[in-house]
């Protein structure tokens, strides 16, 4: 069975990486507010990622 935080992990990062590049490319953004949104899916992704590496730096630490 496969570790479902390390798999957690995953599909954000994969998630994030696919927000960049729909960022990069242009792909569905049509005016500055869809910009915007897809920024903002972004920051909470990455937020979200390092809210998450920190309870886990902090688990490690604690052994």
């Given at each position: 069975m496969?570790?479902?935080i390390?798999?957690?992990?995953g599909?954000?990062k994969?998630?994030g990486?696919?927000?960049?590049q729909?960022?990069?490319?242009?792909v569905?953004?049509?005016?500055?507010?869809s910009?915007?949104?897809?920024?903002?899916?972004?920051?909470?992704l990455?937020?979200?990622?390092?809210?998450?590496n920190n309870?886990?730096?902090?688990d490690?630490?604690a052994?």
């Amino acid at each position: 069975m496969k570790d479902p935080i390390s798999d957690f992990i995953g599909r954000l990062k994969q998630a994030g990486d696919e927000l960049s590049q729909a960022i990069v490319s242009g792909v569905n953004i049509h005016d500055f507010d869809s910009y915007q949104k897809y920024v903002g899916k972004h920051e909470g992704l990455m937020e979200a990622l390092d809210i998450l590496n920190n309870l886990l730096r902090e688990d490690d630490e604690a052994e």
